[in-house]
């Protein structure tokens, strides 16, 4: 599940934070100036339903808090996903866990089916390895969500097991299926490379 939402900590690092191109995609660290842009992609049931932390309705205000609290603690790395001309489609990140780093992602429905998550997921995965130093990530998904369950495949991931998680936006707890990357498999299968670390 997402969890890139009120990551707590003191030091600010987006200047530490790399763009990453990939073929169709630049991911960015956000800025306070994208509040409105992630706000009017988020505010979407079909996206907060599926992810752990993200409020409905999702307001200007949510985001500048995601915005804020993104990128301020070691081994997390959160990004914006944006097209190659800079517009705004959703958001993928690590987010540290108790069990290790965890990858959260959503993007705005009209952007939807296209292979970007994948892609933008790639690009994540190798820079969680390479830059962040993990040895394993964690994901989870919602058992009715197919689309994150695919995603997460087309990644590598394995399923692990299966779990509840609490959905803020239906004030409830969900059954998800877990999954895990560990390192020596994406070492294996990382050939779909086509990141270039730009800054
Ligand atoms: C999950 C999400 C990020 C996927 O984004 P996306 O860009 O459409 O994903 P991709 O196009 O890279 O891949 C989607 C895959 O799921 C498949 N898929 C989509 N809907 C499906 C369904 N109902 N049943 C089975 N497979 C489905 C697609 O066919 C594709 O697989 P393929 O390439 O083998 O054909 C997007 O739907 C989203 O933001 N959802 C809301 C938030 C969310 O669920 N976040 C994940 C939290 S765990």
Known sequence: MTLLEEIPSETFREGSIPVLETKRLALRAPRLEDAKAVAALANDRRIAENTARIPHPYRVADAETFIAGANKAGGEGVFLVTLRDKTIIGACGIVNQEQGGELGYWLGV??????????????????????????????????????????????????????????????????????????????????????????
Not at 148 to 161: A, H, P
Not at 190 to 197: A, D, E, L, P, Y
Request: contains cysteine; glycine residues 8%; positive net charge.
């Open 110 to 199: 009209p952007y939807w089916g296209k292979g970007y998550a994948t892609e933008a997921l790639h690009a994540v995965i190798d820079y969680a390895f390479t830059d962040l130093g993990h040895e394993a990530l964690q994901a989870g998904a919602r058992v009715t969500n197919p689309a994150s369950r695919r995603v997460l495949e087309k990644c590598g991931f394995q399923w692990t097991g299966v779990g509840l998680y609490r959905i803020r936006a239906i004030n409830s707890s969900a059954p998800i299926d877990r999954f895990r990357l560990e390192r020596r498999v994406w070492s294996a299968i990382k050939n779909w490379g086509r990141m270039t670390r730009v800054s």
